[in-house]
């Protein structure tokens, strides 16, 4: 089945850094979705890029959906200690019409003040 | 201003036990999906319901899972005779219709512990 490879599996930084995380597959995806996880909490939805190329932005955070449609990126700019989390990306494949979504593993953020 | 709401958060059982879990979606909201996370993993997909049927169960352990989503009432995800292997955090997530955009809202999750 389609996977989902995304990196860096963990991260330690200081406040005010930039963080980048990035996700890649070897088949393409109709959508890319990025959420984040709180501990002991769902998933919540923080972009969506729906075209090849799309460059979207939510406050501090940026993502793109890859020309290829095979990969994705998400940029946390000045990151805060409330960006603790889990950043999963997530991929609507095109022969879902389900919202059968497919996650990668996760990225762990940890923020040092 | 309800979003998905998911019960019990926490459930512990005894193998061989039976685990219900049960998921009312947002308000508006006529689309289920359960998706588990083991830990340290991403979430799989299980199952997609609409009320009264069930539209793509290809994530669904061939035995021992079942899912349903009645006219009146929440959705349940039934683990019949459950092992340590069940333990994981299942995620219920809705959609106002069938999405094409993937934009599903999640609840918070039960997390079901198999002694």
């Known amino acids: 089945g389609q996977q989902l490879n995304q990196s860096p599996q963990s991260m330690f930084i200081q406040e005010g850094e930039d963080v980048s995380m990035n996700c890649t597959s070897s088949?393409?995806?109709?959508?890319w979705l990025w959420y984040k996880q709180d501990p002991g909490e769902g998933p919540v939805l923080l972009i969506a890029?729906?075209?090849?190329?799309e460059l979207t932005s939510n406050g501090r955070l940026t993502a793109q959906f890859g020309i290829t449609r095979k990969d994705s990126f998400l940029n946390i700019s000045a990151s805060i200690p409330s960006d603790v989390g889990i950043y999963f990306c997530?991929?609507?494949?095109?022969?879902?019409?389900?919202?059968?979504?497919?996650f990668g593993q996760g990225t762990t953020l940890q923020v040092k003040p | 201003n309800a979003g998905v709401m998911q019960n019990p958060r926490h459930l512990v059982r005894r193998r061989g036990q039976e685990a219900r879990l049960r998921c009312s979606p947002m308000?508006?909201?006529?689309?289920v999906y359960w998706y588990r996370q083991l830990p340290e993993e991403g979430l799989k997909f299980m199952v997609y319901?609409?009320?009264?049927?069930?539209?793509?169960e290809s994530g669904m352990p061939k035995e021992r899972f079942s899912a349903e989503f009645p006219k009146e009432g929440p959705s349940i995800l039934r683990i019949q005779q459950v092992v340590r292997g069940d333990s994981a955090a299942y995620f219920c997530?809705?959609?106002?219709?069938?999405?094409?955009?993937?934009?599903?809202?999640f609840g918070e999750g039960s997390r079901l512990t198999v002694l």
């Open positions: 088949s393409i995806f109709n959508t």
């Open positions: 890029l729906y075209k090849a190329g």
């Open positions: 997530a809705s959609s106002p219709g069938g999405t094409t955009t993937g934009e599903l809202f």
């Open positions: 997530a991929g609507l494949p095109p022969s879902s019409n389900t919202g059968k979504l497919i």
């Open positions: 308000k508006g909201h006529s689309h």
């Open positions: 319901l609409q009320k009264e049927n069930i539209i793509d």
